[in-house]
């Protein structure tokens, strides 16, 4: 099974093509430019780096998130139209879940993504289960929460390395890469899914902001007033 998946979590996410959850190609996106800029030709690239094209792909994979609001959208928009236009199901998979699938194996793991505003997307994992669901908060708040040995994981950890070693000492390990690149591992678990005989149509995806949007923030404070 050919799956086509994309990961738009971060400010440069990645993309990747695998056969039965095996990579054939990997990229990285480029930070410094907006996903809109990049897409989709950074999965064009990906594919003709394959030698595959939009015809050979079963399955199409995508981050439904946490991540920034504008680099969800553009993502899983992205996604539902190939998706749509090929007739073949797409798949959303949380970036939490691919990062700790990334350090399969860890037996406690904190997923940490840059939320701004001195905060963090945050979930907790243990044996590859969730066990804390996906929160927003400021790094101090979850880490006072920690007592076992953690692993950490996500964009966030080196921003907060200082603070997560001074605060929880060794039993706090930070992974190295702590960002790596998702959308391979997006794709294993979407073929996994799929073999279970999960097949959605392109649209019931749905992102995981975890925070409320800007705009729905301002409206309600608007009407408190």
Known sequence: ???LALDTTTAGGSCAVTRDGVIICERRGDPDRAHETRLPRDLMMVLEEGRLTLRDIDLYAV????????GLRIGIATMQGLAFAAGKPLL?????DALARSVHGAPAVATWVDAWRGDVFAARYERDIEVEPPTVEKPQAILARMTAPTLFIGDAV????????RTCGDRALCAEPAAPPLAAIIAAIATESARLGQRPAPDEIRPLYVRRPDAELARDARLVR
């Open 1 to 3: 099974m050919l799956c």
């Open 63 to 70: 981050a439904t998130g946490p991540g920034s609001f504008t």
């Open 92 to 96: 959303g998979v949380s970036g939490f």
């Open 158 to 165: 080196p921003l907060y390395a200082d603070l997560i070693t």
